[in-house]
């Protein structure tokens, strides 16, 4: 079974503030993503990634950035957070491209921010 | 871009009646559709994805037609059941060599006894 780890699952920040959202994958899988969730929108792309060293900007990227050390990490990163940005995160691993395009989820990351 | 549709927000039936969740895309490919489950407070996880070949996918009693003419990949069920309640995701990849999955907004089905 896929295993995709996120952390912190929980985080309340203050607005302005800088929020890291890290994740973990074991799968050795080249593609990750960060995803949001809200009600009423779906899961909406922020970022993903081909492989280290590599990041995509997404359908809203706005307000983010994201960071690929290693096969196995993948991090989002809100410099400047705001109330807008409260949500839930999840992020995603998968082999990638057609016809496979099956992605491995996270628990996901609530953050509240103040 | 891609873009998927999902015309219903939520989706309430009595328990052993049909389900059918809609699912339109619009691709400038021919792309790849998926249908992705979430139970609540649980990650998403795919149910299942179209074939290259026609053939129709099936999972769980559920299954989905790829249908080119209607841009169209509805997921059906004879018969529901109380633990189909959850959030249903119609997700499509763009094709080529992109491997961004881009996803409709979501339906929740809600099956009550």
């Known amino acids: 079974e896929a295993a995709v780890t996120q952390s912190p699952r929980n985080k309340v920040a203050v607005t302005g503030g800088k929020v890291t959202l890290s994740c973990n994958q074991t799968?050795?899988?080249?593609?990750m993503y960060w995803y949001r969730q809200d009600t009423g929108h779906g899961l909406r792309l922020i970022h993903y990634?081909?492989?280290?060293?590599?990041?995509e900007k997404g359908d809203i990227p706005d307000g983010y950035k994201a960071s690929r050390p290693s096969q196995e990490n993948f991090s989002l990163i809100l410099e400047l957070a705001t109330p807008s940005q409260t949500s839930v995160y999840f992020c995603?691993?998968?082999?990638?491209?057609?016809?496979?395009?099956?992605?491995?989820f996270g628990e996901g990351s609530k953050l509240t921010v103040l | 871009g891609d873009s998927v549709t999902q015309t219903e927000g939520l989706v309430t039936l009595t328990e052993g009646l049909p389900v059918m969740l809609n699912c339109t895309y619009q691709s400038t490919y021919s792309p790849f559709l998926f249908w992705y489950v979430q139970h609540l407070n649980e990650a998403p996880k795919l149910l299942l994805k179209s074939f290259t070949d026609n053939k129709r996918p099936e999972h769980q009693g559920f299954h989905a037609t790829l249908h080119k003419s209607s841009s169209s990949f509805h997921l059906q069920k004879s018969s529901a059941q109380l633990s189909d309640s959850a959030l249903y995701y119609c997700?499509?990849?763009?094709?080529?060599?992109?491997?961004?999955?881009?996803f409709g907004k979501g339906t929740k089905l809600s099956v009550k006894s």
């Open positions: 799968n050795n899988h080249n593609n």
């Open positions: 995603a691993s998968g082999e990638g491209g057609p016809p496979t395009g099956q992605l491995y």
């Open positions: 997700a499509s990849n763009s094709g080529g060599s992109n491997a961004k999955l881009t």
């Open positions: 990634s081909y492989g280290a060293g590599s990041t």
